[in-house]
């Protein structure tokens, strides 16, 4: 007996679907709009690292769902290419000398290699790199569509900058530590710094990005966090005169709220420290209190800012403002929980009803003023009652707070004056009207999205082409004169002013125009995310150097059918190219308003640690199995218990593809990470499963040494097949992998049953099996006689008659509530079915001494029985 020849037959497949092209596809006008599917993945960064287990998860999975659909009639592109600027690689310039692109091309090879080593049916004709220049030529191109938009401007940003290192950071190579925030390369201090950025007004696009979600077939929690994200918050501007004395007269602080309606509990207001009035209304007593504040929060982030377990930190400004409802004079403070880039940068400080204001008024002493409530009035009359329920609650008349905690949510208004017992909507109304009409405030709305901040001083990235003219202005680099390369450069460290690397090759650098005007080109380059923004339009015209894709092809792909990768990129990517695809839509290049019409998201691969009474983690090999389940720590002998980590490098729990595939091929990687749990779900690897699939495999190749016949099956086994196609069918539709394949092992040991292999279950078996397992069902096609790829046979139909059980269960009420059931063959008539109720024991006794009135019995499901009495 052979043994299942894994890698023979994998190889051999792999290069049959190559030199063939049999994924090749193209623009058949024949096929209708319905039966054309565009599935795609998000395709990788080149790391050195090569392929994790997570790659290959959801690529098994559009691949299954590829092969497939084709099976089911439907034109499939399914293109896979790379990511191919970025960091990382310049990292390793920096440090080695290696050319970025000579250290990028090698892992782009080792990526393909091991894609290819997967059998996936990409069509890889279609492959794009985004640091190809006749790739990123049409990015360069779509980035002066957005400048003639005047949906690109130049601004100075504060950015992270190193001076031990002499350059700019990216976020992501800053971290924070207890000594402040630090390179992650060499631990120096990094300083915020502003620099001259590009910046992209994706702001402009909040609203469409935000209504055009709802026709989008993604996850609901993908969704809340783009929305989140944008953030759109509907209230009111409002103006707080300085209290005189205070600034210049007529000065006041503007502040954004959402709850206008708790104006009355304003006691204090809270401006950002860079704002523009703290140093004019500072008083001399608070200056150096305030500015060694202001020095302080320069260095922290948006996010360490705003985080609500934070404790609050402020100092006083020594000045007051007037509360235009209450008239009361309100101290002004600065701390850096107010963002300067939101709203006005300002605030109104309701400690009773935002905890943020509440945990800095208790941290401060600051004065507390109730107004909401959750409930109103009743008996007393002093607050009208508005809904005629609530218990009677009052806040005290001379405003001394009894609350005990911040209390946030809607209510009725309190202590507001002639809004009181308005309830929060209608207050929030009223006050809005109010404010508009005596001038002192108006409704605004506000966005959390910021503008994008797109350059990088950096080399390995798209060079922006524009040029700045000696006269100050900026023209494009002409349309045809792109790509606009990146010139070869001695060194990729960045220059010590924090430029990219491009400001140092002088002969790049300068430009004369035609008309005799010179200047300078810009030298910073996009970031990363620019390449992936558009690369599902390339694939679908790779090759064109007219356009960045033929209009006939986008219309007759796009919208994209299913798009699969990661829940990291619920926000950036999947905004970002969004975005772009709006604009596009707008000039009219593309005419679907969103790229991805459905998305999934597929769960994280974990892995197993072991974990000491401590909690702390012991790695892997430093642990061993004794008996089942049982794992102690080698060195010390403790009891460890397994628990479900992040695979990582130090827990060395890292699984390697490679090392899969080599020892129990792709067929087994492949199904193994589908028969793990649902494919959204996040599920630990054990190497135990893949060993098991793998027996399953081999079960499935020793099949082909039993004798083939090709009369017909027994009825039962029959009937296994045709349940099996119709689970697979409807499984593979909804990428239930994992339930399709449980099946399927249920179908083979129904075939392990009988002696011989029925080639009339075995065809259709091998059909469904392909795009789970190709290599071997390839094979096995073969072996019993095809000639041809099974990559377009027909899937299988199943045979309704066949599905369904012989035999079901017949349940019985009385008056409504079940109290029998039964079993009986299916298609029993009605009569039968009534004179089997009337004569089961359990319904007799609910039927003695009563009188029967109706008898309603519906074949294969129900005998209703309705008794008096
Ligand atoms: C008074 C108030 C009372 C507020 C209350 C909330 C509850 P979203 O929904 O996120 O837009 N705010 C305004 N500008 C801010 C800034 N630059 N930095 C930090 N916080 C800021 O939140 C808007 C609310 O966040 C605003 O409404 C303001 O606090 C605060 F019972 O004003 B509110």
Redesign the pocket.
Known sequence: MRKYPFREIEKKWQNYWEENQTFRVDEDPNVPKNKRAYVLDMFPYPSAAGLHVGHPEGYTATDIYCRYLRMKGYKVLHPMGFDSFGLPAETYAIKTGTHPKKTTEENIEKFRQQIRSLGFSYDWNREVCTHNPEYYRWTQWIFLKLWEKGLAYMAEIPVWYCPALSTVLANEEVLNTPEGPRSERGMHPVDRRPLRQWILKITAYADRLLEDLDGLDWPESIKTMQRNWI?R?E?ANVRFPLASGFGKSGDSVE?????PD?LFG?TYLVV?PEHRLVASITSQAQKASVDAYVAKTSLKSDLER?DLGKEKTGAFTGAYAVNPLTKQEIPIWISD??????????????PA??N??WQFAKTFDLAIVEV?VPHIATSQGKIPNADGVGERFVASADQTCTMTACY?EDGFAVNSGDFNGLPTADAKQKVGEWLEKIGIGKRTV?Y?LRDWIFSRQRYWGEPIPLIHLDDGSIVPVPYEQLPLQLPEVESFKPTGSGDSPLAKVESWLRVTLPDGRSGTRETNTMPQWAGSCWYYLRYLDPHNTETFADQKKIDYWLPVDLYVGGAEHAVLHLLYARFWHKVLYDIGLVSCKEPFQRLVNQGMITSFSYQRKDGSLVPTDEVSEQGTEQFVEKATGELLQRVVAKMSKSLKNVVNPDEIIQEFGADSMRLYEMFMGPLTMSKPWASQGVVGIHRFLDRVWRLSEKTMDRGPAPKELMRVLHKSIKKVDDDSKNLDFNTAISQMMILVNEMYKHDIVYLQIMEPFLLILAPYAPHIAEELWQMIGHSESLAFAKFPDFDQNLVLDDELTIIVQVNGKLRSEFRVSRGTSAAELEALALKDEKIAVHLLGKKLLKVIAVVDKIVNLVVAG
Do not use: C, E, Q
Not at 337 to 350: E, H, K, N, Q
């Open positions: 953030g918050s209230g502040v954004f709220t959402t709850r708790t304003a950002a705003t929980y107010i963002l300067a880039s939101y709203g006005t940068g300002a605030i109104m400080a309701v009803h935002d943020r204001d909401v946030t506000n959390k």
